[in-house]
């Protein structure tokens, strides 16, 4: 085993959250250390091509992929931060020690003083007989082998969830080439932006609101899934299933935030379904319970990209502070909280504001 | 209905389009965003001002239809590509839309291509007459295709002749005349 690294701040996660957060603490005067499992920069930014909305101060109209090799560009140009990639943090001791697993080095320790946690969130699944046939994945798995490694997923594709990120990767399997059956909802209402749903409306794919798959079938690979119409209750109706020859079928049912380190850490930690599960309380500033500690991005409530840019940018400039006094520390907090609040102003964010003000107002 | 179809209305459509007379007067931009989402590049993408300042970031864009040129930069720009340009009056049969388009091959002009509604029912069949590709910052292709007289508000997507990528569809509709 190797010795111990010790930055000023440590900053778990290189995605937009990770990234914003490690810039940041290296603008405020910190040495940095960023880490992150997977070998490139970017975290779930690295497959998304399509454009992101935000406003036009903060990367708007810019594809997602872009917008991870910009911020990766000015990283790797900052002299005070030095990035482990392929490196899996697995433990974070009392004494502040993070324990990584990195690839070809076997098992480092890094004892930051400042430690911001930007793990993003992992992928829900649902349960249904035939879950497990190979050709059933999540969506973001579905992104990953198309927009990073360049391999179709199917032919024939039924996406399960309404949300953006169902509607999102619809749309890029159809730009794939993947005939796309159908999309389907559980809720009432499309949950995704209105603009994502008309774009693979008029490519063709229906959007059945109320809807859910009842099960899966095939030998050794999904071979066809089952649908249904839900009732008031969430039922399924008798005599409404559909069987649909697919052999693809992608789940978009949610996700939730990757907080292992942060439990790790004593960080208190509450039950906000609207952030997507457990998320740590925390400060103004993004510190959880546990002094010294922040949480930045998806792993503090799934959002989006351009609340967790800003927020890692928060978080990393909070800790330089903690580290060295800045000028003008509390202006910049006020400018940032006003663009998060910004961000989150409109109906489609109602849930997300119902879930921080809970956190916010100790209701959980 | 939007929210449940993913289709917006009429009476939504109504709300965005340019008056008759200035739909007479030459290409001019449709804005079929209808959510208060946080956005707003195409605010900042067009040259002439004819989409007003966001007070919020949230705002629906506004549209001075008086003072759109029918450019098209604000469709390169839009990440809900959201944004059409129609030319009800190309010539005595023919009208003119041009809308986003992201996927390959792009056509080229002079490709003959499936007309698709907003539900991507084919409508007809359409002839390409420019294609803008994306330029360095990732902008959205802007395709040009001239469609039969009175579809300029019906067409919203193309098809490649003989594809299919979406749920099994009738095909059927007006055509293009030659
Ligand atoms: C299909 C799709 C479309 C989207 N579209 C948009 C959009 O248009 N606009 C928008 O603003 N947002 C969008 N988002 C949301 C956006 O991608 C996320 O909100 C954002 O990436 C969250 O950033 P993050 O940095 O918190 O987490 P992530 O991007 O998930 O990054 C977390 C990083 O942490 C690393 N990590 C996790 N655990 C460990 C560990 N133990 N050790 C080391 N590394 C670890 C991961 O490898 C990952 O790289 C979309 C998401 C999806 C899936
Ligand atoms: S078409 Fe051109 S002038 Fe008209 S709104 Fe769009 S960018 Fe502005
Ligand atoms: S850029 Fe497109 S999605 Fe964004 S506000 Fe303008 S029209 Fe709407």
Redesign the pocket.
Known sequence: MTSVLEPEVAV???????MAAALAAAEGGADVLL????HRLG???VK?T?K???SSDQEAGIR?IHIAERLGERIRQHAAIRIWLG????AYYPDGVLL?EKAGHGLVKAKPRCLVV????AERHLAFAGNDLPGVYG??AV?TLMNVHGVLPGQRALMVGAG??GL??SYQLLQAGVQVVEVIEAAEEIGGYAVHAAKIRRAGVPIRTRHSVLKVEGDSCVEQAVVARLDEGWKPIPGTERVLQVDLVCLAVGLTP?TE?LWQAGCRMVWVPELGGHVPVRSETLETTVPGVWV????AG?????T?MIE?ELAGLAAAHRLRPLKEFDERCRQLRQALAELRAGPLAAKVRRGLARLEGGTC | MLRKTGVPTDDLLRQVTPSEERLRRGPVAIFECFERIPCDPCQHACPTGAVQPFEDLNDLPRVDHQLCTGCGRCIQACPGLAVFVVQEDLDECSALVGLPYEYCPLPAPGDVVTLLDRQGRAVGQGRIKKVVRPGNRGETPVVWVIVPRGLAMTVRHIRPEGENRGADQPTGGHHLPV
């Open positions: 778990v996660g290189a995605g937009p959250a990770g880490i992150d499992r997977e975290g779930q930014l998304q399509h992101f909305f935000g997602g490196t899996t943090v697995i990584a930007a793990t993003g969130a969506a973001g992104q953006n990120i999102i990767v990757l380190i930045a991005g998806d792993a799934v959002e989006e990209a351009s967790a890692g």
